[in-house]
């Protein structure tokens, strides 16, 4: 095969510098380019490669670059990703891809054991520079093991750091700065928003994994989310304010470490919180998020604190069932809007 | 060393000279062990600490067949192995006693030594953990075209996980240069090999996958180290990944804390008559190239590398508390 195939780079060029894209189209470039940098980067998991990648992020990039670099794997989630550990220490910069990350339960053990310990035990002797991605999350009617949203889960885990992109930019770059990153990076793309379209520079600027970063400034609340709840959010805050509140919309963007600065300043300009989080509302990093506005900027608060989780069940099949569970932009406004009444300002 | 000084007619023998090492190197791990056992009977060192008195031929024979920068990745009954791959006792002792000098800096302990001079990628603790990350490192070496082969150890406990399987799935279909090594000593902890395995013979089932394999007497260190070299040349020769099944045995307990009430002491004194260090000393004896002298000669170089060893662990700093927090990430770009 030659290389670049227009098919499966359906971006097109614009007069003003930009291109019309999807959130799916940046992610493979993003991969695209990772593998056109360095030699040391290859792609492998199930379905990578002939495929096109299960929900075809991937597509095209075996007749670019071969199947020593776009490795399909037997259905092995442990075995695929310790290697990509070894492989890791050994000198190459793996990009893992789990299907989703329910199906990365079956490879937790090489994650928590072994990627996020490995440099910590061995005394800083051997670093372990990989990227997992996997598709998080619901609302595609997939029922209970292909629509949770655990990264909640792994953002628990010392030694990772786990990014959820949510934007196109994000989609685009998130995978080069977590490629530079010297040690396991998780990185969550949200099912949902594998068709969102959009424009990006042809030449996209480089994008952190260490920030969260504003998406819509506002000053009576703050409205925190991340991935697949992003969209949301904003809908709410365009709701709210036809209401006359102004929500601001923080992407926390990056799950670990969290960029408490960030969730502070927006608090303490608006003295409102409502957290956002498609996981699970106990034990959740909606949770952690709530738990450091608490300790840290109490004082600033007009109002408790406001979640908006997916409630407490498996994700059901039918569709009213599914979208009950999940947060939506009314369940998000409507949480917003109590943090105005009750007596609490 | 004054080993070497054993025998007039055997000075000038190359062979006779590799066998002693390999007397002296089985004789290290023996007695670092069992300096470990007295030490963490009088609280010394903490932890789990699982010996690996009987099975030292394995580690032994299998490093003898490996290149310095060939990786090998194990379990957490390791101490024979880093030993025999060339980690030295004193930051192996100097990690028992959880000090900053040790090769772990006190973070592992006995079940993870980590040391990157001698390519020695880990005591893992879960059991059939360490064998994705051996399948790993080769595929590294392969796509950077470098001439190594990864030697994995694991017990035959792991052949009930399911990374085992997968692993050894995914190193024959890639034809990965690893050798895979599984030391069979009859009980995964407490549990003997026929309560957990319909099918005992273990060589047989990873042959299953397309993987070379065979058993090998682990009792005798001469037998191991030529089915592992035998391995190897077939390895870097193309011929894809290797599985031996090294059968041999634990003289004692799982860990400190075991009491040992599902072996049968018979079934223990019996596999003690085979002791490979006996064995090989006899051997050596009755080709004529080792003697009483010679032997007593290992022995006093051996305690004197421990003594200097556990002065120096017992004398080492401890990590500051200050640094608790260094090395969940990593200080400077890898």
């Given at each position: 095969?030659t290389?670049t ?6 971006t ?10 999807t959130?799916?189209?940046a992610?493979?470039e ?9 030699d040391?980067v290859?792609?492998?998991g199930?379905?990578?490669g002939?495929?096109?990648g299960?929900?075809g992020?991937s ?6 670059f071969?199947p020593e ?15 990509g550990i070894g ?14 990350v329910?199906?990365?339960?079956l490879?937790?053990?090489q994650?928590?054991n072994?990627?996020?310990?490995l ?9 372990v ?9 619901g609302?595609?009617?997939?029922a ?6 655990l990264?909640?889960?792994?953002a628990?885990?010392p030694?990772l ?16 700065a ?7 990076v998780?990185l ?6 594998y068709?969102?379209?959009g424009?990006?520079?042809a ?10 970063a504003v998406?819509r400034?506002?000053t009576?609340?703050?409205v ?8 949301r959010?904003?809908?709410a805050?365009d ?13 926390l ?11 502070l300043?927006?608090?303490r300009r ?13 034990g ?5 998020v709530a738990a450091?506005?608490?300790e840290q ?14 409630a ?5 099949y ?6 009950a ?7 998000i406004?409507?949480?917003?809007r109590?943090?105005f009444g009750?007596?609490?300002? | 060393?004054?080993?070497r ?8 023998d ?12 089985m004789v290290l791990?023996r007695?670092f062990?069992e300096?470990?056992?007295?030490l963490?009977s ?6 789990f600490?699982?010996?690996y ?9 299998v ?5 310095p920068?060939e ?6 009954r ?11 006792a004193e930051?192996?002792m100097?990690?028992m006693f ?8 006190g973070?592992?302990?006995s079940m ?13 603790a879960?059991?059939?953990?360490g064998?994705?990350?051996?399948v790993g490192?080769?595929?590294a070496?392969?796509m950077?075209?470098r001439d ?6 694991f017990g ?6 399911g ?9 024959a279909?890639?034809?990965l240069p690893?050798?895979l090594?599984?030391e ?6 407490g549990t ?7 099918q005992?013979?273990?060589a ?7 993987v ?8 005798d260190?001469l037998a ?14 193309g ?12 003289f004692?307990?799982h860990?400190?804390?075991?009491a040992?009430?599902y ?6 004194e019996?596999w003690k008559?085979?002791d490979?260090?006996?064995?090989l000393a006899?051997?050596l004896d ?5 003697g009483e ?6 022995e006093a ?16 700093p401890?990590e ?7 090395f ?6 890898a």
């Amino acid at each position: 095969m030659t290389t670049t195939t227009p098919t499966t780079t359906p971006t097109t060029g614009t007069p003003t510098g930009t291109v019309e894209t999807t959130y799916r189209e940046a992610l493979r470039e993003g991969l695209r380019d990772a593998l056109r940098g360095d030699d040391r980067v290859f792609l492998m998991g199930e379905d990578v490669g002939s495929y096109g990648g299960c929900f075809g992020v991937s597509l095209g990039l075996l007749e670019e670059f071969g199947p020593e670099r776009v490795r399909d794997t037997p259905l092995s989630e442990s075995a695929f990703v310790g290697a990509g550990i070894g492989a890791a220490v050994a000198g190459m910069r793996p990009v893992v891809e789990v299907m989703t990350v329910n199906f990365s339960l079956l490879a937790l053990d090489q994650i928590m054991n072994n990627a996020a310990t490995l440099l910590h035990m061995s005394g800083g002797q051997f670093a372990v520079p990989l990227v997992i991605r996997m598709t998080t999350g619901g609302g595609r009617q997939l029922a209970a093991q292909h629509s949770h949203s655990l990264e909640g889960w792994y953002a628990h885990i010392p030694g990772l750091k786990v990014v959820a992109p949510a934007t196109l930019e994000d989609a685009r770059g998130m995978l080069a700065a977590a490629l530079a990153d010297p040690d396991p990076v998780l990185l969550f793309e949200h099912g949902s928003l594998y068709n969102t379209k959009g424009t990006l520079p042809a030449e996209p600027a480089p994008v952190d994994i260490a920030h969260a970063a504003v998406r819509r400034s506002g000053t009576d609340v703050t409205v925190l989310a991340y991935g697949g709840m992003l969209p949301r959010a904003l809908a709410a805050a365009d709701d709210l304010a036809s209401a006359g509140i102004s929500a601001e919309v923080v992407d926390l963007r990056v799950l670990r470490p969290l960029d408490e600065a960030a969730v502070l300043a927006s608090v303490r300009r608006t003295h409102r919180a409502v957290v956002v989080d498609e996981g699970w509302r106990s034990g959740s990093l909606a949770a952690e998020v709530a738990a450091r506005i608490a300790e840290q900027a109490f004082y600033d608060l007009d109002a408790p604190v406001a979640r908006v989780c997916t409630a407490e069940v498996p994700l059901p099949y039918a569709h009213q069932l599914e979208d009950a569970a999940l947060p939506s932009a009314e369940t998000i406004a409507a949480a917003a809007r109590s943090c105005f009444g009750g007596g609490h300002g | 060393m004054s080993a070497r000084r054993a025998s007039r007619t055997s000075r000038t023998d190359p062979a006779a000279e590799h066998r002693r090492d390999l007397l002296r190197t089985m004789v290290l791990i023996r007695r670092f062990e069992e300096t470990c056992a007295e030490l963490y009977s009088a609280g010394r060192i903490r932890g789990f600490l699982h010996l690996y008195v009987g099975e030292e031929a394995v580690a032994t024979g299998v490093m003898s067949a490996l290149e310095p920068d060939e990786t090998v990745v194990t379990t957490y009954r390791e101490h024979g192995h880093a030993l025999a791959k060339g980690v030295t006792a004193e930051p192996l002792m100097a990690e028992m006693f959880g000090k900053v000098t040790g090769c772990s800096r006190g973070r592992g302990g006995s079940m993870h030594v980590f040391d990157r001079d001698t390519h020695f990628l880990g005591g893992n603790a879960v059991v059939a953990g360490g064998i994705p990350l051996a399948v790993g490192v080769a595929l590294a070496d392969r796509m950077q075209g470098r001439d190594r082969v990864t030697a994995c150890f694991f017990g035959d406990g792991a052949f009930a996980e399911g990374e085992l399987h997968e692993s050894l799935n995914l190193a024959a279909l890639w034809r990965l240069p690893v050798l895979l090594c599984c030391e069979n000593n009859l009980y995964a902890m407490g549990t003997a090999l026929v309560k957990e395995h319909a099918q005992t013979d273990l060589a047989l089932r990873a042959s299953s996958y397309g993987v070379r394999s065979w058993a090998v007497d682990g009792m005798d260190v001469l037998a191991v180290e030529e089915a592992a070299r035998r391995a190897v040349d077939e390895i870097r020769g193309g011929a894809g990944p290797h599985f031996l099944e090294l059968r041999t045995y634990r003289f004692r307990a799982h860990s400190m804390y075991d009491a040992d009430r599902y072996r049968d002491k018979a079934e223990i004194e019996r596999w003690k008559e085979r002791d490979p260090i006996d064995a090989l000393a006899a051997r050596l004896d009755a080709d004529g190239v080792l003697g009483e002298a010679a032997r007593s000669a290992i022995e006093a170089d051996v305690a004197a590398e421990l003594e200097r060893a556990v002065a120096a662990a017992a004398e080492a700093p401890e990590e500051p508390v200050s640094d608790l927090l260094r090395f969940v990430h990593s200080e400077e770009p890898a």
